[in-house]
């Protein structure tokens, strides 16, 4: 069948959308007709960069909703995108034509004695997180619970507690999903297995996930958690660092001590700091934490704590580092190979500094991440049991710039592609040095995250040597190719 030329709605009759708003409990918004300030406010997204006027939108209160809407999209032929959480980097909730904003479906519930939530897929992480731990149980999401669960689960998901548990995906039991014909379907390992593979890791090329049923696990209710941020003069110290956190503390914590860096810009100067989260008493915490402090001094504020699970994954307090008037970015990553090189650590350093230079008004609060995590339980798994085909070790780069002028974007996502091309290239060079597989190689896993990127990449270094199969399952599931935001494949080329 192929992809066919979708219509963005914008010439439906008041009586065909009558039709929809009469089939389901939700509301429909429709731009021109709805009060702009009932309309404009669900437009919003994290990255304001992609903000698009859908011409209606849907918020279902029911999955009987969901499957109306998506039966009303397939008879319409409407392009369509979805939204959960509204939280991804790259704009595959945002679209011209029907949203369907699973906002209002976010409810959860919690089986404390078979350790398992069953949360709506419109849950934000939070939710999930909150439910759990009031009976003394985690799952396992990403560092922020404001992401939704829907964006998070289906590209795979990481998290601090990925080295003990996996993936969020992996933690995965069943889920319902509503396919292009607007059915529901249930996939899990006892249903539509295949349906079940790719949606871990597949993100929404075969549906719209309207129940998520998780694995969770039981947990102390504090971890030790904080952050350390050091002066300038201690950059290349800090750099140097990252090998011995990764090596002799992470990779001998049993996966319970997850540490972080980050870069900031300040004054025109790199401002080195480690985000640490130690699942454990503080007692053990501050073994993990001495080389930071051997580092110093650290900047006041610094430091770290006993705190609930919850608490450090709290938005409100990463808030402050993203002032509302700084809301538009290109979030991009790529994955570095240990032993880090030190040489291409610090290369990455200056490039960032001098990009940051070149505006530093618009774009002071830009980060660079280093996610020196231990990723063998992820890596663990074999790379043809889901769709997510990053499950390789390695420490993440991640870029974010992060401006302030509607007028930069074409600028900065220029900008962003040629610092990560070039990062990229240096750990190619390093790679062939040194005999390791590279993206694109097609018989390993690949190096991308594809949750932090820019929505650009090739899908071969999405989904490496599962796309054939990817494929396959287009096929079967979405042969119309109704669902064509989140890295879809298109069967056919
Ligand atoms: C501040 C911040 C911190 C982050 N931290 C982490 C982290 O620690 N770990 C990590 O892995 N990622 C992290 N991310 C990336 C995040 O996981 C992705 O951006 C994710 O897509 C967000 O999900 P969402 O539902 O909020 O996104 P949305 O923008 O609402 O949706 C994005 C896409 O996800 C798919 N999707 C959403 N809901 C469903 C559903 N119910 N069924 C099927 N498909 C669906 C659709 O393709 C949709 O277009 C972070 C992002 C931000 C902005």
């Excluded at 995108?81 to 945002?94: C, D, K, L, Q």
């Excluded at 997180?129 to 590209?155: D, F, K, Q, W, Y």
Aim: aromatic share 8%; net charge negative; glycine share 10%.
């Amino acid at each position: 069948m192929g992809r066919s030329k979708r219509v963005d709605g914008s010439n439906l009759s008041s009586e065909t959308l009558d039709s929809l708003r009469s089939s389901i409990k939700g509301k429909v918004v429709v731009k021109g007709q709805s009060p702009e300030e009932e309309y404009r406010p669900l437009l919003e997204r994290w990255n304001r960069m992609h903000i698009k006027e859908a011409n209606i939108i849907v918020l279902p209160e029911s999955e009987e909703d969901v499957s109306a809407t998506v039966k009303f999209v397939a008879e319409h032929n409407l392009d369509v995108a979805i939204a959960s959480g509204r939280h991804t980097y790259s704009g595959p909730s945002s679209g011209y034509g029907l949203i369907i904003d699973m906002r209002n479906l976010r409810k959860v519930s919690v089986d404390a004695e078979k350790m398992v939530a069953v949360a709506q897929g419109g849950s934000l992480a939070g939710d999930i997180e909150s439910a759990a731990e009031a009976v003394g149980l985690r799952p396992v999401m990403g560092a922020v619970n404001a992401t939704g669960c829907g964006g998070i689960t289906t590209g795979g998901g990481i998290g601090n507690l990925s080295a003990q548990y996996g993936l969020v995906a992996d933690n995965l039991l069943a889920a319902r999903v509503a396919l292009a014909d607007g059915s529901i379907v249930i996939a899990s390992e006892e249903e539509n297995q295949d349906l079940f593979w790719g949606i871990r890791g597949g993100g929404s090329n075969f549906g719209l996930v309207t129940e998520f049923t998780y694995k969770l696990h039981k947990a102390d209710p504090q971890v030790y958690s904080g952050f350390f941020m050091f002066p300038p003069d201690k950059v290349d110290a800090y750099l140097e660092l990252m090998n011995v956190m990764h090596q002799d503390y992470v990779m001998k914590s049993n996966g319970k001590f997850a540490c972080n860096g980050f870069t900031a810009i300040m004054g025109g100067n790199p401002i080195p700091g480690f985000l640490v989260w130690y699942d454990g008493p503080e007692e053990e915490g501050k073994k993990y934490i001495q080389p930071l402090l051997d580092l110093g001094p650290i900047y006041p504020g610094s430091g770290a704590e006993m705190k609930c699970h919850t608490e450090t994954t709290d938005w409100k307090q990463f808030e402050k580092m993203f002032p509302p008037q700084f809301n538009r970015l290109v979030g991009t990553s790529t994955q570095i190979s240990y032993p880090l090189s030190v040489d291409i650590l610090k290369r990455t350093v200056q490039k960032f500094k001098e990009v940051v230079a070149t505006r530093p008004e618009n774009l002071s609060v830009s980060k660079l991440l280093f996610d020196l995590r231990d990723y063998s339980k992820v890596a663990s798994v074999p790379l043809d049991a889901t769709a997510y085909a990053n499950r390789r070790e390695g420490c993440l780069i991640g870029v974010d710039f992060i401006w302030d002028k509607e007028e930069l974007d074409k600028e900065m996502m220029q900008v962003t592609k040629d610092f990560i091309a070039e990062v990229r290239d240096w750990i190619k060079q390093d790679n062939e040095q040194k005999g390791i597989a590279d993206v694109g190689a097609h018989v390993a896993a690949t190096t991308l995250y594809a949750l932090v990127s820019d929505g650009d990449e090739k899908l071969v270094s999405v989904f490496g040597p599962n796309l054939g199969r990817m494929k396959e399952l287009k096929k079967k599931y979405d042969p119309g190719m109704m669902w064509d935001k989140w890295y879809p494949v298109d069967p056919e080329v």
